[in-house]
């Protein structure tokens, strides 16, 4: 992205004192924007936007000017601004505008609030991968798989308020709206750019490729709920992918991210109901006859230690989307007094404190319920298998309803990424604001180019533990060496320490989970059905 342009005031010229006092010259900085972003709640507190009310110290008109006790330069200075050596200073930066910005999707829009930044993290804070944490205890047990959830939890929220803080920063005066920003700033742009592109695109494209898999999946075991057992299959499973792909499609024509604040929490709602009707009715059934809690041990010790790593990759994978969290917080409005990191922490909170509520209780119960016997594709596919006829068809089909209408809501924020990488590369070569036709069009050109590499690929969902090893860095890591980088906390102390083991150990998780994730993939077997989804 262009650089963006500054603020600047300068002072006047000084100029010999006249015989006949003149009316004091008006003054007003000037504000580089574009039109739509000159309203905007983040300019709209400014004093930069206003001239001053009689003139340029506040005298009337009709009687001579007093001496200025301050320096001319002072004077002119936007009354925000605290003295010229205050650290404040710093934070006039932050109101420079990027004209890019206000094309943009993710930043389109600055009217959010704590709601809706609840809203979107909740949706995609938890999904459909938080169906397969019960596999994960199989491998584990009860102990370490329950030491491990718990450890992650803590770890991401963690990283999770780094990046919130760092958002925006007083050391480098800028406001880092995407994740991409912040790693170029942080580790130099060609770095950065290498490290922070691929996973992001990758739990971008990816997680949207895996929730065509699943709504689609999904949509066509709703119909044979709903329509029973006598009813005719009239569609193929390409073909429910294709119902499902069109559905997302013209759901992604809303313009921007603050837009999509209603599905969001459509999607956040549903995604809470369906992981409390799972557990609810897996343990109101009963464990199943034959039930082990054993941990799954592999033939030998080189198995069973890949199988351990590779269910500590399936719990990192259940707790993706930090590469959301700054294009979350973008939507709002921030200055000095009021930052914006204040009301997304709020939702942030409270969304992690229901996401704590629906994961915990989901692999814990279904690992109780099902034990050992729990399919690899998860606890949904359990309850299909080993309650479809205890169950009523009313409880099943309404918790297949809202697995779809999650996906459908999931894949409008992961989606916004791409939406607004593909819309920016327009940007920069034409300078203007991508046409709403053509906008339309690259969207359906993600969604549908989704649609056939999940048609390619199915897949897809047994190679959870490899996804979470290699998304582990955006979640774990980094966010850990962009403090050190930005904050430059005194070496030796608590931060200093806490960040660099964090970092480190990270990273050197990262490795060994897509080690383990590729041996499991080899070892088992996985069946490579190209172009044959089941």
């Known amino acids: 992205m262009s650089e963006p342009n500054e603020i600047r005031s300068a002072p006047l010229t000084p100029r010999p004192r006249s015989a006949a006092p003149t009316p004091p010259v008006v003054l007003t900085p000037p504000v580089s924007c574009p039109p739509s972003q000159f309203h905007s709640p983040s300019l709209s507190r400014s004093p930069l936007l206003h001239g001053k009310q009689a003139g340029a110290a506040g005298v009337p008109r009709n009687k001579t000017p007093k001496t200025p006790r301050t320096p001319l330069r002072l004077s002119l200075t936007p009354r925000f601004i605290t003295p010229l050596g205050s650290p404040m200073r710093k934070a006039l930066r932050m109101t420079k505008l990027d004209p890019q910005d206000a094309w943009l999707p993710i930043t389109e829009s600055r009217n959010g ?296 809501s999931s894949f409008q924020i992961y989606a916004m990424p791409m939406f607004d990488y593909m819309e920016s590369n327009y940007t920069i070569r034409k300078k203007e604001p991508c046409p709403w036709w053509l906008r339309a069009v690259f969207r359906a050109m993600f969604g549908y180019g989704c649609f056939f590499l999940a048609v390619a690929v199915p897949f897809l969902g047994s190679l959870a533990g490899l996804i979470g090893g290699l998304a582990l860095p955006v979640t774990l890591a980094y966010p850990c060496f962009m403090w050190l980088k930005i904050k430059k906390p005194k070496m030796y102390s608590g931060m200093w320490w806490l960040n660099w083991v964090l970092g480190v150990l990270g990273m050197a998780l990262s490795g060994t989970l897509v080690a383990a994730g590729v041996y499991v993939v080899i070892d088992t077997g996985i069946e490579a059905s190209f172009f044959k989804p089941q």
């Open 113 to 408: 609030n704590q709601y809706y930044a609840a809203f979107h993290t909740l949706c995609s804070g938890i999904g459909v991968q938080a169906l397969v944490l019960p596999v994960a205890f199989k491998i584990l047990g009860w102990t370490w798989g329950i030491i491990g959830l718990t450890l992650a939890f803590i770890w991401q929220l963690y990283t999770l308020w780094v990046l919130v803080q760092l958002h925006e920063s007083t050391e480098t005066g800028m406001r880092y709206s995407r994740y991409q920003q912040l790693s170029c700033a942080t580790f130099g742009e060609k770095l950065g750019t290498w490290l922070a592109m691929f996973p992001i695109m990758y739990l971008s494209g990816g997680t949207c490729m895996a929730l065509i898999i699943i709504g689609g999946s999904t949509t066509k075991q709703f119909y044979q709920i709903v329509c029973g057992p006598t009813c005719s299959q009239p569609l193929t499973t390409v073909e429910w992918y294709l119902v499902f792909t069109c559905a997302a499609v013209l759901l992604s024509q809303l313009p921007n991210l603050n837009s999509i604040a209603g599905v969001s929490l459509i999607g956040a709602v549903t995604a809470v109901a369906y992981c409390t009707l799972i557990w609810v009715v897996s343990v109101a059934e009963g464990r199943l006859s034959g039930v082990s809690y054993d941990p799954v041990r592999g033939n030998t010790e080189i198995k069973h230690s890949f199988g351990v790593l590779n269910a500590l990759g399936i719990i990192a994978f259940a707790f993706r989307g930090h590469n959301l969290i700054l294009e979350i917080q973008a939507t709002m409005p921030s200055d000095e007094k009021h930052p914006s990191s204040v009301p997304m922490w709020k939702g942030v909170r409270v969304s992690y404190t229901i996401i704590a509520a629906c994961l915990f209780p989901l692999a814990v119960g279904g690992y109780w319920a099902y034990g050992q016997l729990i399919p690899e594709s998860g606890v949904l596919s359990a309850l299909y298998a080993f309650h479809s006829r205890d169950v009523s068809r009313a409880v099943l089909g309404l918790t297949s309803l809202f697995v779809i209408v999650n996906a459908v």
